[in-house]
């Protein structure tokens, strides 16, 4: 699998997703510092691995504290985590993350436990997250790959795979599992203005996987679904609200819109980490405003004219209505999303 990251006693280990696909270099983060700058500035990216991202930066806070307890390190920790959730604010599962470590840590501080043993559990509880991401996303794709076509093209849009995860992926876990199962899947991969995740990551994943991809610019979707060469889509997510409304990277719901139009099944595959059933609807869903100059500049080059307006919202949300299921690693949903989401978090306890 693609080292998206992985622990070192160094520190975490990062392949730089800004210099690929030209570029396999990476980048070593020591403290938890420069863990929340990699996530700013999307060396790593993707909800799941920005999650495990936070909880190793937590453990690295840990590991390189000077205090002697549980204690003295409580308002460090409240430091080191806060740090860590300002990065993004988007994916939940960054928020997810650092949740579980909190719950850790005040067990840990109540219990008066030793700062050895703080380190000790922080980093463990960021392994099991770790290990736990890469058997959800082959689990999600055992139950998404049935779903898809024996043979045709499948679109996609943005990253959702191993680079968006801690190794198979989300959406392209998908794409694998069906690969796996024997279906001769064609990939197009929408680019992805203006971070062009798909034609430079999605695009290098799947050619290292073998698996036949094109890329297409993102105001091609249409034309390709109109001529039959789509039969499927299928996109990750960054937060999916109670009633099933999702967002991800900007762009999806004009796809989704498309798919409807077309009659072809649109399907969101995600972590249950990415669910947040206290988010009722998708419109409470907090997105992202980046920097402009992802979009006046590329390569370093000025695209734009001097001085002209720029909005660059990193995601948007698709209504419910469009989406023909919900993969996660607990299963399939289908709608309405309100009572299965619901119905699946009681029955997984």
Known sequence: MIPTLAWT???????????????????????????????????????????VSAAYGIALGALRSKADSAERFAPEFDKIWARLAGTRPTAVNLFWAIDRMKRVFATLLSSGATMKTVQD??????????EEDIAACKTMGAFGGALLPDEGGVLTHCNAGALATCGYGTALGVIRSAVELGKHIHVYADETRPFLQGARLTAWELMADGIP??????????????????????????????????????????????????????????????IDTATATGEAIPIEERAAKEVTHHGGKQLTPHGVGICNPAFDVTPAKYVSAIITERGVLRAPYAESLKQMELVAG
């Open 121 to 130: 559990k922080l980093l463990s509880e960021g392994h099991a997250m770790y």
């Open 213 to 274: 991809t094109t890329v297409i610019c993102d105001n091609m979707a249409a034309s390709l679904m109109r001529a039959g060469k789509i039969k499927a889509v299928v996109v990750g997510a960054d937060r999916i609200a109670a009633n099933g409304d999702f967002a991800n990277k900007i762009g999806t719901y004009n796809v989704a819109i498309l798919a409807k139009e077309h009659g072809i099944p649109f399907y969101c595959a995600a972590p249950w980490s990415t």
């Open 9 to 51: 006693p160094e520190g975490v280990r990062f392949i730089d997703q800004t210099k690929l696909p030209l570029e396999e270099s990476y980048v070593l983060a020591t403290d938890y510092e420069q863990v929340a700058d990699v996530i700013i500035t999307m060396v790593v990216r993707g909800a799941p691995a920005i999650g």
